[in-house]
């Protein structure tokens, strides 16, 4: 079938599309810059490329209208002033160019939010708009996801560089439920037209709760090949927090924000129906920090 792909340059857009090219799907992707996603993919040659940016709407290309699935998988925005306003607006765009398809589903990643942050609450507005799009849409939500050049990853390298490891005494007690990335990317073609998942919700996550200390701990273990002791703060005001990981890790300063925000709760799924409509080998932690290294090391 022939599929549309946004953010095909992040994260798991970049990872979704050889699982649906080995499916035999005709994969679409739009994207703002195709010079730059030539560079950067490997798959460029196997798919179709279409340009435009969402947050300008006459800036894209027409969508070919025998589309028949959409993944929405937009990074999310910098959390600067207007953020909100700017995640709508890529969404109402979207929805607009896939309603002159003969698009039958909609499939968006997003996160767990509970205590609903100012992201968290973005987050739901996007989800209302593509609510409202003529096919039908599928809402994932994930846990953390653990994979190679994940931001979980990258904060974790960051962070067991050295022993001791200083946190904050709050990210030592949250508990996550981490995923790997292969399993979202599994998910995410298993609900590719999967009537059971029209119009529906779904948490996904992996097999494990486990405080974000014990990931830490697991991390040096597997990935170090050593062991290292962890000393807690009380007290760290969440700018400090943010800097202080945008110095020691790759991240930037925004993704720094987003996790110190979310590190401050649990991150654990309270559904898991998803696995009677797509049942799923599950990794465990120490699988997923396993396919990070190179062969060499693991």
């Not at 002791?229 to 930037?252: D, H, R």
């Not at 720094?256 to 559904?271: C, F, G, I």
Request: charged share 20%.
């Amino acid at each position: 079938m022939k599929v549309l792909l946004t953010g095909a340059n992040g994260y798991i857009g970049a990872r979704l599309i050889p699982a649906l090219l080995a499916q035999g799907h005709e994969v679409v992707c739009l994207v703002r810059d195709k010079v730059l996603f030539e560079k950067q993919s490997q798959f460029a040659a196997q798919v179709s490329i279409i340009t435009g940016d969402l947050l300008r709407n006459r800036s894209m290309e027409a969508l070919p209208v025998d589309i028949q699935a959409a993944y929405y998988l937009v990074n999310a925005l910098p959390q600067t002033s207007g953020f909100a306003g700017l995640e709508a607006l890529s969404a109402e765009n979207f929805v607009n160019a896939v309603n002159q398809t003969h698009c039958k589903q909609i499939i968006s990643l997003s996160e767990i939010d509970d205590h609903l942050t100012e992201a968290g609450l973005s987050r739901l507005h996007v989800e209302d708009i593509l609510r409202t799009a003529d096919a039908a849409v599928t809402i994932l939500k994930s846990t953390m996801i653990i994979g190679e050049g994940s931001i979980a990853i990258e904060l974790m390298e960051g962070l067991t560089k050295k022993s001791p490891i200083l946190i904050a005494q709050k990210w030592a007690k949250a508990q996550e439920q981490p995923i790997a990335t292969c399993n979202v990317v599994e998910y995410l073609t298993g609900c590719l037209l999967n009537q059971d998942t029209f119009n529906s919700e779904f948490h996904i996550s992996g097999p494990e709760i486990l405080t974000f200390k014990q990931m830490l701990l697991l991390h040096s273990e597997v990935c170090r090949g050593r062991k290292v002791s962890i000393m807690t703060m009380p007290q760290v005001s969440a700018a400090l927090s943010s800097y202080w990981l945008n110095y020691l890790t790759p991240i930037s300063f925004s993704h720094a924000k987003t996790l110190v925000e979310n590190l401050k709760y649990d991150l654990v799924s309270r559904d898991d129906a998803i696995q009677s409509i797509i049942p799923l080998k599950l990794k465990k932690l120490r699988e997923a920090l396993l396919e990070t290294m190179p062969v060499s090391r693991a």
